[in-house]
Nanobody, 118 residues
């Protein structure tokens, strides 16, 4: 099982991007899906997560009000809508899953690069 992030690119400050996390091969109701990012020289940062069965979501303070996480049951994807992007949002963005009742994320895939120019 692997999750694949896509949708990254180059955008000017103030612009928007929509990332998508595609997944297959497991029962989504048993998991939450999280979005993360890692900038060069920095630790990986948790951004947002969503419980697949309930849709309950949470956000890091750094992106609250700018980013929105959502799920699409028809496509089996979890999207991250990113608005009002800033240069410090530049990073590689990843998604991963966490089984309900467990503390760690798993099934990390290749990330997608987001670059925000000033």
């Amino acid at each position: 099982v692997q999750l694949q992030a896509s949708g990254g690119g180059l955008v000017q400050a103030g612009g928007s991007l929509r990332l998508s996390c595609a997944a297959s091969g497991f029962t989504f109701d048993d998991y939450s899906i999280g979005w993360f990012r890692q900038a060069p020289g920095k630790e990986r940062e948790s951004l947002a997560s969503i419980y697949w069965n309930s849709g309950y979501s949470s956000y890091a303070d750094a992106v609250k009000g700018r980013f929105t996480i959502s799920r699409d049951s028809a496509k089996n994807t979890v999207d991250l809508q990113m608005n009002s992007l800033r240069p410090d949002d530049t990073a590689v963005y990843y998604c991963a899953r966490r089984r309900l009742g467990r503390s760690s994320y798993e099934s990390w895939g290749q990330g997608t690069q987001v670059t925000v120019s000033s």
